[in-house]
């Protein structure tokens, strides 16, 4: 069972649109590198680095590294409160940019 403060850790990474953004991307297309999400959302390292470490400390996501590469995905192991709000964010059919990749077979650039 969740607690209280689990609860509002959650809610706290989803007070932000950008958050709610990454999180609609990455269930559309999968697993990926932080430097094809810092591409394709047109966000600058520092920033989207903070963002993803506010939705992974919430339970959101999932981080494997290969090398100095950060590939960041859903979590599987996410509980009720996040898949939840996966569902809600799947549902509102936000408008996402395209995926423009720059790594090619797991290499950054």
């Given at each position: 069972?969740?607690?209280?403060?689990?609860?509002?850790?959650?809610?706290?990474?989803?007070n932000?649109?950008?958050?709610?953004?990454?999180?609609?991307?990455?269930?559309?297309?999968?697993?990926?590198?932080?430097?094809?999400?810092?591409?394709?959302?047109?966000?600058?390292?520092?920033?989207?680095?903070?963002?993803?470490?506010?939705?992974k400390?919430a339970?959101?996501?999932?981080?494997?590294?290969?090398?100095?590469?950060?590939?960041?995905?859903?979590?599987?192991?996410?509980?009720?409160?996040?898949?939840?709000?996966?569902?809600?964010?799947?549902?509102?059919?936000?408008?996402?940019?395209?995926?423009?990749?720059?790594?090619?077979?797991?290499?950054?650039?």
């Open positions: 069972m969740e607690n209280l403060d689990d609860f509002l850790k959650i809610t706290g990474a989803l932000d649109e950008s958050r709610v953004k990454i999180l609609a991307f990455l269930q559309k297309y999968g697993t990926l590198c932080v430097c094809d999400l810092q591409n394709s959302l047109q966000m600058i390292q520092s920033r989207l680095s903070r963002h993803l470490k506010i939705l400390d339970g959101f996501l999932s981080v494997e590294r290969k090398g100095v590469w950060a590939y960041y995905g859903l979590n599987g192991k996410m509980n009720s409160h996040c898949k939840n709000a996966l569902k809600e964010i799947r549902d509102m059919e936000l408008s996402l940019p395209q995926l423009n990749r720059v790594s090619i077979e797991e290499k950054c650039f």
